[in-house]
């Protein structure tokens, strides 16, 4: 395996422009990922990481820095990144009208992976996530959940060598976060990089072998849990509150809100 | 429109009021409507702001020159009875069709239910607050067809007259838009669930065709030409046809009979008494339908398994091979494909203007007025199809499926042209080409094999059309964007500009198959060139996947 990082990101930066209003996402963030390792990233709502991570999937294609994924600039080779990665969106818009069997033939398809070995693939997954038995109908009769997995599945389908991950396991059920943590951590263990945003503290304190915490567009702590927690006895909610500036005790704000 | 409803509808308060509504709740959803339309951006100009207000004058100028044709062609006539006959059956069809193929969606739109259900809003306050905000913009587009004929009645019949004419045009557009929803309303007493937004669909369809057809009957059936002038005798027969009540009301201040009174009497009391009845009758429990409707949006084969089918058949390669589709657009092609074939919004858009297709020109083929050879006329009706070609690109937006771009966004070596090429591709192989077919097939009978060279020009003058437009229109991905309400002008525009097209184009390729049969052939070969040069060089470099972003975001 080799050492060169998969992802390195330098002086990341990225704004939006609301009328005469600049709205600065992504302050310059500078980031080096190495091959097979399990990235928890993590922030407040608004932080700017499904920004990072549509940035280096190719979504994003106007921003200042350099962004390389696979030793790919993603400005000058989006396809070849593309090939590499699979990327799970936060929301899952999918098309309603299809089953999700049709929607990975033409997932496969595009990607040119030999149909009927991916959609083996497909119906292993779809058992292993427990919707085998939904295979042939229509995505607009699924649950939240349910939709989260067609998007999990499509994003494995080609086996790609890193997978980035917006709040994969929102809607999930228990057995189903069980699942995707195994498929993540068995993932990890081929060499396979997994960069995944959530809000679910606990699993990002398991699973992850690096964490990183992104504030108002700036990484403002990057290790692994235990070195980010010290010498104290921290929980990574707690140190998550203190690093974010939202370490107070609000019971009393709380309180007076419900009695006005 | 950045109006406080609670001014505008306060006329309406009594009557909001005695259905069970609250009024104040029905403002206040209204302004949300309006406050949401007004936040839609345009996305012309490079994905910049522009301002919605403008979009609505722009909207209602467009329809003030639709509504210029009407007084045109009765220049000659005297008769005010005749003029506003025609002007109310004008209005009473593009209001009917405007709200059918435009606003019945926002009626039923289910996208706010999770906001608006849980809040204690009862059915009748949802249904008002819904019609209500419909009524407005179809009252400015109302008023903007009919200003050019006010303005002649004006000057021709005197102030009275007009005024008269202008009341009776806001109480048609209530009288028709009400009408309407009782016919919705009425069928969902019938049915519900999954069924309900297919027969909805299928209603619409007939509804369309009915009124065409119904349009087109009238006026022959009750204006009298004499070869020195057209005109109308209104009797009590005419009281059975809506559109004569309106008239009928606007003739009040120059003839004076109990038929002309009674239709007057009608015209006024009808509309005030079917927003009462259906304000209280079928707005009871409005909030239901919504949910059930919200339910027929998700049941979509709830249990009923599909199998997976990769589309092969002729029919499908044949396609693929007469539309230019490349080996490695194939997949999409296949997606587009089913899509369009599933996406009820879309073919609640599409069938009613394949209906349009058939039904509408034929009564200029076969008119009992019309001049010049049968096999001439057939190939000017053969002509009309591309009033349905030029709409499919447009059409094709319409969908609720938000932000799929990303699908094809992470996905490599996919130009976002190829999405939007293929998807219109598609809907002509799925739709178009085969009502195409059966509609040039009588000229092989009129023509014989020569016949081709008139059908192949045809055809790709249709499909360069749609190329075309899709090369101008903004970006938007499939079946991606609600039917907003701000967009209706634009379709009537596009046709005109259409058959101002079509008409040189037309005369053109007569004159070539009078010299001889074969030689439209040479247009049809500039054609083709164009649109390939459209379709693989130009369309690939217009559209970045940034414009894409810009255009489809959330």
């Known amino acids: 395996m080799s050492n060169q990082p998969v992802i390195r990101i330098e002086n990341l930066k990225k704004s939006y422009k609301n009328g005469t209003e600049v709205n600065e996402v992504l302050k310059g963030i500078n980031l080096e990922v190495s091959p097979g390792q399990i990235i928890g990233y993590i922030g407040p709502n608004g932080a700017g990481k499904s920004t990072t991570l549509k940035i280096i999937c190719g979504l994003i294609d106007s921003f200042k820095g350099n962004v390389e994924v696979a030793g790919f600039d993603i400005r000058k080779d989006p396809t070849e990144v593309k090939r590499r990665i699979g990327y799970i969106p936060e929301l899952a818009n999918l098309y309603e009208s299809v089953t999700p069997m049709e929607y990975f033939s033409f997932i496969s398809e595009m990607r040119g992976l030999e149909l009927q070995h991916a959609l083996d693939r497909a119906h292993k997954l779809l058992s292993l996530l427990e919707i085998e038995a939904n295979a042939n109908q229509r995505i607009g009769s699924f649950s939240k959940g349910m939709k989260q997995k067609v998007l999990i599945i499509s994003a494995l389908l080609h086996n790609p060598d890193i997978l980035f991950m917006d709040e994969p396991l929102s809607g999930l059920d228990a057995n189903s976060v069980i699942t995707v943590k195994e498929i993540i951590t068995k993932m990890a263990a081929e060499g396979k990089t997994i960069f995944y945003s959530s809000h679910l503290m606990d699993v990002v304190e398991k699973v992850s072998d690096r964490i990183i915490l992104i504030n108002h567009g700036i990484i403002v702590a990057d290790g692994t849990f235990s070195e980010l927690k010290g010498t104290g006895n921290e929980s990574l909610e707690k140190l998550f509150a203190r690093l974010t500036g939202n370490d107070v005790d609000h019971t009393f704000e709380i309180s007076e809100a419900f009695n006005n | ?554």
């Open chain 2, 1 to 554: 429109m950045n109006l406080k409803a609670s001014s505008f509808l306060r006329p309406l308060k009594y009557v909001v009021e005695k259905t069970g509504a609250n009024f104040l709740q029905v403002c206040h959803l209204v302004d949300l409507r309006l406050l949401l339309d007004n936040r839609k951006l345009n996305p012309n100009s490079s994905g910049k702001n522009k301002d919605p207000n403008n979009t609505l004058v722009r909207q209602s100028l467009m329809f003030v020159l639709v509504g210029t044709f009407l007084p045109l062609m009765f220049s000659k006539s005297n008769d005010l009875f005749l003029i506003s006959f025609s002007t109310h059956i004008y209005l009473m069809v593009m209001v009917a069709v405007t709200m059918m193929s435009e606003y019945s969606v926002s009626l039923f739109d289910t996208r706010d239910n999770n906001l608006i259900i849980p809040l204690p809003v009862n059915g009748q306050t949802l249904g008002w607050a819904r019609v209500l905000h419909i009524m407005i913009y179809l009252l400015v587009i109302s008023f903007s067809l009919v200003l050019p004929s006010l303005v002649i009645i004006g000057i021709k019949f005197g102030i009275a007259s007009a005024l008269l004419m202008f009341a009776a045009s806001l109480l048609n557009t209530v009288f028709t838009l009400f009408f309407t929803i009782f016919l919705y309303l009425g069928l969902m007493k019938l049915t519900s669930g999954d069924k309900l937004k297919d027969v909805m669909m299928y209603i619409q369809i007939g509804l369309v065709i009915f009124i065409v057809v119904g349009y087109q009957l009238a006026q022959r059936s009750f204006v009298t030409n004499n070869g020195a002038e057209v005109f109308m005798s209104p009797s009590w027969r005419f009281l059975l046809i809506p559109p004569a009540w309106f008239s009928m009301l606007t003739t009040l201040w120059q003839i004076h009979s109990t038929v002309i009174l009674t239709g007057a009497v009608i015209a006024v009391v009808l509309p005030l008494l079917a927003m009462v009845f259906i304000g209280k009758k079928l707005f009871y429990g409005f909030e239901n339908t919504l949910v059930k409707l919200s339910a027929g949006d998700t049941s979509n084969a709830k249990g009923k398994s599909e199998k997976l089918q990769r589309e092969n058949t002729f029919w499908f390669r044949f396609n693929s091979i007469l539309l230019g589709v490349s080996k490695s657009e194939l997949p999409i092609f296949r997606l587009m494909w089913k899509l369009v074939g599933r996406e009820r919004l879309f073919k609640q858009s599409i069938l009613p203007m394949l209906a349009y297709m058939i039904v509408f020109p034929l009564f200029l083929v076969f008119s009992k007025n019309a001049t010049g050879d049968i096999s001439e006329r057939y190939l000017t009706f053969v002509y009309f199809t591309v009033m349905t070609s030029s709409m499919i690109p447009s059409v094709l937006c319409i969908g609720s499926n938000v932000y799929t771009l990303w699908i094809y966004q992470t996905l490599p070596n996919l130009k976002p042209s190829s999405v939007l090429s293929n998807a219109m591709k598609a809907a002509f192989a799925r739709f178009f080409i085969p009502v195409f077919i059966l509609m040039v097939a009588p000229l092989f009978y009129f023509k014989g094999v020569v016949a081709l060279a008139d059908i192949a020009t045809v055809f790709l003058f249709n499909y360069f059309v749609a190329i075309a437009i899709l090369y101008f229109q903004p970006p938007y991905f499939p079946f991606s964007q609600s039917r907003a309400t701000s967009q209706g002008g634009k379709t009537v525009l596009r046709m005109m500009l259409i058959v101002i097209l079509a008409l040189p184009l037309g005369f053109l390729h007569a004159y070539l198959s009078g010299k001889n049969g074969w030689f439209p052939l040479v247009l049809s070969a500039i054609f083709l060139l164009v649109l390939i040069l459209i379709d693989k060089k130009w369309f690939p470099r217009k559209i970045s996947w940034k414009l894409a972003e810009d255009v489809n975001k959330l």
